[in-house]
């Protein structure tokens, strides 16, 4: 189902029990959420926790919406401290352990009401809405739809308090172009004369869309009139509104930037802020920026658009040719230089469509140039050129849920496509749903890396997933090295890159067994298929002779058996053969097993790939508690310290 409430934040439906497991999914898929559980009544959810109090209270904090499957009165108790301005409150909604009731609680004019009717119309329930306007006139005035900005939200409760008392609307729209044939035609003194007392509801006009300019409104229950108190104003200009106005700004202009390489964006922005005061344009009209798709990458670019809080979208340099006929000022310099006669105007226009038009043509500063153009209805971002792509290297740790960081989560969560080896790809559990994966065998690192790159270019957000750390001896590297020596395409080239740590081997072993990593230690790699054997051996004897703890990767192979030999018998010639090693296997999966023995009772054979070894140093020591598990520990100084209070072991 395509979910009718629309958030730029991601909802959270919070269940507390394991039979709310199957509700809160059913819910969280209906809407686009996440699954949050609590972590000691839910085995599987996309984010588990420890306390609902203080998980509830953070959500709400961080304006996420939240669907809780609990006691309306409970999850009000719960969030009641934090409970200060219903115009910056998140919707909050509570459903009925058995799914029979939905309850907007906050935010009913910001998403709340339309989110329940929605949860409800899924699970065939019931959605308690209680707002007057919306039982009344079927439509919240102080949350207008997506693709529109209240601009005086606060005179919104005297209005709806006037409509409700009995009064009349007149109804203010933009030009007749954007308004449709209707209100063309009524301003121009055609209606019959006994239609005047009538509401104002134009026909739309094929330019209009689906629904035309302030079709919410139009198709309402408000009552409107030709003269009224209280006045409904949508235009894309600037406005100060009168007593008892409400002014809606619809998201109908495109923004078009040019610029040279590494310009300066507080330049950007002021010649952004130029192009809107000089057309007398609402800032809050703004849909988009765009540019051509060499300046995916521009710092400028994304400053412009995030200083208006709207997405930066780029076309191609051909379908910016393409609006060659309607440029009013085309340059062959341009042309000669990215292969289009304009680039602030060409992509303004291509992104209001043939139906759209160039309404403030090009402006320069030093180092850019900005043009408007408007389109003839809403502008969807997400149906304009291409974004600039998003890759996150993404480490996973060993695979457990419990391992995943919430920031890897976040961005596993929010990533449209995912690339990984199988195995890693099917750790996610329930987190990768809906996604579009993309499997690889073991091996081919270059042509997964190469793969994710190539699909951010497109535009997408993608997970390039790693276990571990995605930094230690895994893909983000790659991912920089392909960046440095190029063997990716240009779009490639530009994406934007997050790398998002994971817990490693190396510290999943070292935590099972105790602090072996107490002291100097480093990480070593036996695989000879990327470094010569040669300069492994001189590693090898090298944190020898240094007394690092050392953490050997990629010990053995199918193949490859006489590394880890050749490693131990090299550390034997610098620490007793009682010096502690940790072989750790399947860490935090099934089949977990974590032991020790002593360097000199090594044996390769009772190592395999998905072993990590961890060899301590000379100081490294064993103890037994009292339960008998017995733990190794690095000390964190040597043992001729001075200034330490513990007992030394005795000769």
Not at 41 to 69: C, W
Not at 98 to 105: A, F, K, R
Not at 206 to 230: K, T
Request: charged share 20%; aromatic share 4%.
């Amino acid at each position: 189902m395509t979910p009718v409430f629309a958030s730029p934040v991601t909802p959270a439906v919070v269940i507390l029990s394991a039979s709310a497991a199957s509700l809160g999914r059913r819910i969280a898929e209906d809407i686009g959420g996440e699954l949050h559980g609590a972590a000691l009544r839910v085995a599987e959810a996309d984010v588990r926790f420890a306390s609902a109090k203080d998980h509830l209270q953070t959500l709400f904090a961080a304006g996420r919406p939240i669907v809780a499957v609990m006691a309306s009165g409970a999850l009000i108790r719960l969030l009641a401290p934090l409970l200060s301005d219903k115009h910056t409150e998140p919707p909050v909604l509570a459903v009925a352990d058995d799914g029979s009731s939905v309850v907007p609680l906050l935010g009913g004019h910001y998403g709340a009401n339309d989110l329940a009717r929605q949860i409800a119309s899924s699970l065939g329930a019931h959605a308690a809405i209680t707002t007057a306007g919306d039982l009344k006139f079927g439509v919240a005035l102080d949350q207008p739809p997506h693709g529109y900005v209240l601009a005086n939200p606060d005179k919104a409760k005297a209005v709806m308090a006037e409509l409700v008392a009995g009064a009349g609307a007149r109804l203010e729209l933009p030009s007749p172009r954007l308004r449709g044939e209707g209100a063309r035609r009524a301003d121009e003194g055609l209606q019959h004369t006994a239609a005047l007392d009538l509401p104002l509801t134009p026909t739309l006009s094929p330019q209009a869309g689906r629904g035309g300019i302030a079709a919410w409104l139009i198709q309402s229950r408000l009552p409107f009139q030709q003269e009224a108190r209280v006045t409904l104003s949508v235009t894309d200009q600037q406005k100060s509104a009168g007593e008892l106005e409400l002014v809606y700004h619809p998201k109908t202009l495109v923004l078009g930037m040019g610029c040279e390489r590494h310009a300066k964006p507080e330049e950007a922005i002021a010649l952004a802020e130029e192009a809107l005061a000089k057309g007398g344009f609402a800032r809050e009209s703004l849909a988009a920026v765009c540019s051509i798709d060499l300046k995916a990458d521009e710092t400028a670019i994304h400053a412009v658009a995030t200083h208006f809080g709207v997405p930066a979208r780029f076309f191609t340099a051909a379908t910016l040719e393409a609006e060659a006929p309607r440029l009013k000022n085309p340059s062959e310099v341009v042309f000669a230089e990215v292969g289009c006669h304009g680039v602030a105007e060409g992509a303004a226009l291509a992104a209001v469509s043939a139906a759209g038009e160039l309404v403030v043509e090009k402006i320069k500063s030093k180092g850019a140039t900005a043009a408007i153009a408007r389109a003839a209805d809403i502008v969807d971002p997400d149906t304009i050129g291409r974004a600039r792509g998003t890759l996150f290297v993404v480490g996973i740790g060993p695979g457990s849920e419990g391992w995943r960081s919430p920031e890897v989560s976040r961005m596993v969560a929010v990533s449209t496509d995912l690339v990984g080896y199988s195995l890693y790809l099917d750790l996610l559990g329930s987190l990768a749903d809906g996604k579009t994966r993309h499997d690889f065998d073991l091996g081919k690192e270059e042509a997964r890396v190469v793969h994710a790159m190539e699909l951010a270019g497109e535009g997408k957000t993608v997970a390039l997933v790693c276990s571990g750390d995605a930094g230690i001896y895994a893909m983000a590297t790659l991912v920089f090295e392909l960046f440095d020596k190029g063997g990716i395409t240009d779009a490639a080239s530009r994406i934007e890159v997050q790398v998002s740590p994971g817990i490693s081997a190396l510290q999943a072993a070292a935590a099972r067994i105790g602090a072996p990593l107490g002291h100097d230690f480093c990480t070593i790699s036996l695989s000879d298929l990327l470094t010569p054997w040669e300069h492994i051996q001189r590693r090898v004897k090298a944190a020898g002779e240094g007394d690092f703890v050392i953490a050997f990767y990629n010990p053995v192979s199918m193949k490859r058996r006489t590394q880890l030999a050749y490693a131990r018998d090299e550390l034997l010639k610098y620490r007793p053969a009682t010096t502690p090693v940790i072989l750790a296997t399947n860490l935090g999966r099934e089949g977990e097993n974590v032991r020790t023995v002593p360097l000199g009772e090594l044996n390769v054979d009772d190592v395999d790939m998905l072993t990590v070894v961890v060899v301590g140093s000379s100081e490294s020591r064993t103890v037994t508690t009292g339960d008998g598990k017995t733990w190794v520990y690095t000390p964190r100084g040597y043992s001729g310290k001075a200034d330490s209070g513990m007992k030394g072991n005795e000769a």
